[in-house]
């Protein structure tokens, strides 16, 4: 049984910074796509990045430049580090899982995803 376990969110002043986690386990992590997405109500879940490797990532423009992904295989963690936060950052935010398919596009599309988290709530104040 897969489980993906976020943590880390809460709230926080605009231009803070802020570590997310994802604890994976149930699957071999090292062969999954990790990816972080967010939602706010009404809304779709929005691409924020991804990783395959540790030299592979990609950030969505909303947060490239201020937010770096990284993963320990050993661990089986995904890591979300984000900076000089906004309040258009104000979201839950999801960790979700996927095997890699060799079309890296793929992978800012919540459709590609098998596994999700639960989420956790960040909250930007300004």
């Known amino acids: 049984q897969v489980q993906l376990v976020e943590a880390g969110g809460g709230l926080v002043q605009a231009g803070d910074s802020l570590r997310l986690s994802c604890a994976a386990s149930?699957?071999?992590?090292?062969?999954?796509?990790m990816s972080w997405f967010r939602q706010t109500p009404g809304k779709e879940r929005e691409f924020v990045a991804f990783?395959?490797?540790?030299?592979?990532?990609s950030y969505a423009d909303s947060v490239k430049g201020r937010t770096t992904i990284s993963r320990d295989n050993a661990k089986n963690t995904v890591l979300l580090q984000m900076n000089n936060l906004k309040p258009e950052d104000t979201a839950v935010y999801y960790c979700?899982?996927?095997?890699?398919?060799?079309?890296?596009?793929?992978?800012?599309?919540?459709?590609?995803?098998?596994?999700w988290g639960q989420g956790t709530q960040v909250t930007v104040s300004s």
């Open positions: 149930g699957l071999t992590f090292s062969n999954y796509v």
């Open positions: 990783t395959w490797s540790r030299f592979s990532t």
């Open positions: 979700a899982a996927a095997t890699w398919s060799g079309v890296a596009t793929r992978y800012s599309n919540q459709n590609a995803y098998k596994y």
